[in-house]
């Protein structure tokens, strides 16, 4: 996919492309073009090798209907920073438990003190031509005043566990390139950088 503008003249202002090759890094750079989002897609061999004493958690299935507010208030607190997942309302939530691909056995939840506190959300892809079906991550979230406690990492395993457990052997999820917690937990699972998908755009917006 790409997306371009260019001005009056024909000189590039703003470009989008996924999956980005290094001629369009080449490119944006060469017109002056800032960086100014870059999401990567990390995959994973499955199932994980865990060390034996790793910490687990114990999950349940998500309950549409019953869990939404318990679960959008974690799921906001934890994304308030990020583009796209914060300020998510019972709407947003509900469009999605209605897609065809909606398995509430793959949307772990995670309770502290009868409170929903963390939450593995995760998507399963069939095979296509170029990929073989892929266990997503879908989304993640911890609540703030639990992080550094290992529940994301704790989570994150258990929901690649039951991806493995559905058949997959391969685990994907997407992160901003700018999301250090998370790009160090995941490195640290053993997620290796697959693709990435970038914006870009002239500093002067009066361009554009
Ligand atoms: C990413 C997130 C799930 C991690 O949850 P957590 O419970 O705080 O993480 P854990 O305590 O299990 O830590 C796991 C690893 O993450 C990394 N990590 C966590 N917090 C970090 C921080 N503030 N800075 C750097 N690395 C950090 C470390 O590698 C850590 O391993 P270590 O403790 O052995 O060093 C949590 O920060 C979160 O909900 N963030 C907002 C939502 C989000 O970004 N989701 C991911 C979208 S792709």
């Not at 017109?31 to 114990?58: D, K, M, Y």
């Amino acid at each position: 996919m790409r997306r371009e503008l260019r001005d009056e003249e024909g000189a590039l202002i703003a470009l989008e492309v996924e999956p980005v090759s290094a001629d369009d890094r080449a490119e944006a750079d060469d017109a002056g073009l800032r960086l100014t989002r870059e999401i990567l897609q990390l995959r994973v061999s499955l199932p994980l090798a865990i060390p034996p004493n790793a910490p687990v958690v114990t999950t349940r299935p998500f309950v549409p209907g019953v869990d939404d507010e318990a679960l959008l208030e974690v799921n906001n607190r934890a994304f308030a920073w990020h583009p796209d997942q914060s300020d998510w309302s019972v709407d947003d939530l509900q469009a999605r438990v209605a897609e065809d691909w909606f398995d509430p056995e793959g949307f772990r939840v995670h309770e502290h003190e009868g409170r929903i506190v963390g939450f593995c959300w995760t998507k399963v892809h069939p095979p296509t031509d170029v990929d073989p079906a892929l266990g997503e991550i879908f989304v993640i979230g911890v609540d703030p005043d639990h992080h550094g406690r290992g529940l994301g990492r704790a989570l994150v395993v258990d929901g690649l566990a039951h991806l493995a457990g559905r058949g997959l052997r391969t685990g994907m999820l997407h992160v901003e390139h700018d999301n250090t917690a998370a790009r160090r937990l995941y490195r640290s699972l053993g997620f290796t950088e697959h693709s990435a998908h970038c914006w870009w755009r002239a500093d002067d917006t009066s361009r554009s």
